[in-house]
């Protein structure tokens, strides 16, 4: 979803510019460039929608943040290894949360010699 984010940006100013040239070039008393800026301004709003439901039905965990995704997936590589006897959460060897997740350039430094 961030890829769309930045056109979502542009709908202030698409309706500021549709304000502008509301008087300008008008055909039978309606604004031809107002009424297609505002035109496009309800396409940017549906297709985003469209994009997000879309998301939220198909894969909702791309929806989360990167630190979410982050924590679910080691749970998942914890709960992977097929452990003979369940442990209990309290026991699981946890981190805390960190802010940002590390990546592969942070951790290509580190085993940097």
């Not at 309606?30 to 009424?35: A, K, L, R, V, Y």
């Not at 894969?59 to 006897?85: G, V």
Request: with cysteine.
């Amino acid at each position: 979803m961030g890829p769309l984010v930045p056109t979502l940006l542009l709908i202030p100013v698409l309706l500021g510019t549709a304000w502008l040239f509301r008087s300008i070039f008008v055909i039978r008393g309606c604004p031809i460039i107002s009424t297609g800026l505002v035109i496009l301004v309800l396409w940017i709003v549906l297709s985003y929608l469209r994009h997000y439901a879309s998301f939220a039905k198909n894969d909702p965990d791309r929806l989360q943040s990167e630190e979410y995704r982050y924590e679910t997936a080691r749970l998942q590589m914890i709960a992977a290894k097929e452990l003979p006897n369940p442990i209990p959460a309290k026991e699981l060897p946890l981190e805390a949360p960190k802010e940002k997740p590390p990546t592969s350039t942070d951790t290509d430094e580190e085993n940097a010699p």
